[in-house]
């Protein structure tokens, strides 16, 4: 049987992405899933209203704060934030049942949540960073789906999250989605290759 590039080992590897929004971190890992079928991407539960296009079970699983923190009493979630009035959390229970089968799961977070994990677990913690706030200020308008004030509001907390940069294993700077790409997937590959993860 030919060896795959990976996703050649029974367990799965957790990787962990963060980035401010209107990085590009989205449209980078849909690329990296829609290439390799044993990559997959977290879907987060989440109390916001969804954007258009948005869709329940493929963005998001988009809940009531109510039902929200009745997951937080029964300690479902691996990690969960509250990020601009709104929950976001990762389900334990799906994260381990697809990397149990092989996949290699990629959780898409912001970096309250990925440094609430860096001391529970074993994961590669990636970093995508901007070229500048400016150029993200551009991305943001650009993409037309948040307004003046939140777009400011996340601007501020873009300055913060890449100060948390420095806690990762990997940083990429999307200044061109190919070449982004292209790091991103050169990183999973030699993550599951490592020595410590192949099968003996």
Same mark, same amino acid.
């Given at each position: 049987?030919?060896?795959?590039?990976?996703?050649?080992?029974?367990?799965?590897?957790l990787?962990?992405?963060?980035a401010p929004?209107g990085?590009g971190?989205t449209? +980078?890992?849909k690329?990296?899933?829609?290439?390799f079928?044993?990559?997959?991407?977290?879907?987060s539960?989440?109390?916001?209203a969804?954007r258009?296009?948005e869709?329940?079970?493929?963005?998001?699983?988009?809940?009531?704060?109510?039902?929200?923190?009745?997951?937080?009493?029964?300690?479902?979630?691996l990690?969960?934030?509250e990020?601009?009035?709104?929950y976001?959390?990762?389900?334990?229970k799906?994260v381990?049942?697809?990397?149990?089968?092989?996949?290699?799961?990629?959780l898409v977070?912001?970096?309250?949540?990925?440094?609430?994990?860096k001391?529970?677990?074993e994961?590669?913690f990636?970093?995508?960073?901007?070229?500048?706030?400016?150029?993200?200020?551009?991305?943001?308008i650009?993409?037309?789906?948040?307004?003046?004030?939140?777009?400011?509001?996340? +601007?501020k907390?873009?300055?913060?999250?890449?100060?948390?940069a420095?806690?990762?294993?990997?940083?990429?700077?999307?200044?061109d989605?190919?070449?982004?790409?292209?790091?991103?997937?050169?990183i999973?590959?030699?993550e599951?290759?490592?020595?410590?993860?192949?099968?003996?």
């Open positions: 049987m030919k060896e795959k590039l990976f996703g050649n080992s029974k367990e799965g590897t990787f962990i992405i963060s929004a990085t971190k449209t +980078l890992v690329k990296l899933a829609g290439e079928p044993y990559v997959t991407q977290s879907i539960f989440t109390t916001r969804p258009p296009k869709r329940h079970g493929v963005d998001y699983f988009f809940v009531s704060r109510e039902e929200f923190e009745k997951q937080i009493e029964d300690k479902a979630f990690e969960h934030v990020l601009y009035g709104d976001y959390g990762t389900s334990i799906w381990e049942e697809e990397l149990s089968s092989g996949k290699h799961v990629i977070i912001d970096t309250q949540g990925a440094l609430q994990l001391e529970k677990l994961a590669v990636i970093f995508l960073i901007p070229p500048s706030i400016e150029e993200l200020k551009r991305r943001l650009e993409r037309n789906t948040e307004n003046e004030t939140i777009i400011k509001e996340r +601007l907390w873009a300055e913060r999250e890449i100060a948390c420095r806690f990762y294993d990997y940083k990429i700077i999307n200044a989605l190919d070449t982004a790409y292209r790091v991103l997937q050169s999973l590959i030699a599951a290759h490592r020595a410590d993860i192949l099968p003996s």
